[in-house]
């Protein structure tokens, strides 16, 4: 499966923004999803990730409550919409899959196909 990530910018802290990743090449049911981040020096980090079918989500804690992940399997699409966004938000956002029922939702090696990333900047 092929995936491409867009939807990133500049936004002051407090905005929101919404990311979007387009999957193709694939059964896009059969996939778990997942967005990652890396921050200019930093390790690339667990955001959100969900299930193939939309019915279990998870979160990192640092963006628990703000961050909210979905999916529409029939467009072939998983979105990342980010509120309450803080300076320390600011990282190249990638999207993740993986074949459903395999690997670990949070590490980085639970996931074997990655897009491109897009950036997002959170302005103080």
């Known amino acids: 499966v092929q995936l491409q990530a867009f939807g990133g910018g500049l936004v002051q802290a407090g905005g929101s923004l919404r990311l979007f990743c387009a999957a193709s090449g694939g059964t896009f049911s059969l996939y778990d999803m997942g967005w990652f981040r890396q921050a200019p020096g930093k390790e690339r980090e667990f955001v959100a990730a969900i299930n193939w079918s939309g019915g279990n989500t998870y979160y990192a804690d640092s963006v628990k409550g703000r961050f909210t992940i979905s999916r529409d399997n029939a467009k072939n699409t998983m979105y990342l919409q980010m509120n309450s966004l803080k300076p320390e938000d600011t990282a190249v956002y990638y999207c993740?899959?993986?074949?459903?029922?395999?690997?670990?939702?949070?590490?980085?090696?639970?996931?074997?196909?990655w897009g491109q990333g897009t950036l997002v900047t959170v302005s103080s």
């Open positions: 993740v899959a993986k074949r459903r029922y395999s690997g670990t939702y949070y590490y980085t090696n639970g996931y074997a196909y």
